[in-house]
């Protein structure tokens, strides 16, 4: 129904930025919460930030806030997260997620997500 494909991961230096894309396609619904997660080896994965579609609502997890933001071109179907001032921390694969509003929704659709690697 829903097909995501990121975009835009790359290998940067400490302090640098990168700008990761996500587009959909398929149906896609005003009420979708759109968000990012990130998973480092061996560490599970972790909730980034998140977007309405409709509203432009976010959310960012503490480690990121300041430094991330997320944000929405709806004509074009895509969610971009721009992320600056990268530390080697923020090294992970960046999943692009989607899914339908409400807090009890889940993340029910994935892109296959996009290697950021922050050099020291």
């Known amino acids: 129904q829903v097909q995501l494909v990121e975009s835009g991961g790359g290998l940067v230096q400490a302090g640098g930025s990168l700008r990761l894309s996500c587009a959909a396609s398929?149906?896609?619904?005003?009420?979708?919460?759109m968000g990012w997660f990130r998973q480092a080896p061996g560490k599970e994965r972790e909730f980034v930030a998140a977007?309405?579609?409709?509203?432009?609502?976010?959310a960012y997890a503490d480690s990121v806030k300041g430094r991330f933001t997320i944000s929405r071109d709806n004509a074009k179907n895509t969610v971009y997260l721009q992320m600056n001032s990268l530390k080697p921390e923020d090294t992970a694969v960046y999943y692009c997620?989607?899914?339908?509003?409400?807090?009890?929704?889940?993340?029910?659709?994935w892109g296959q997500g996009a290697q950021v690697t922050v050099s020291s």
């Open positions: 997620a989607a899914r339908e509003g409400g807090y009890l929704s889940r993340y029910n659709y």
């Open positions: 398929g149906r896609t619904f005003s009420s979708y919460v």
């Open positions: 977007i309405t579609w409709s509203g432009g609502d976010t």
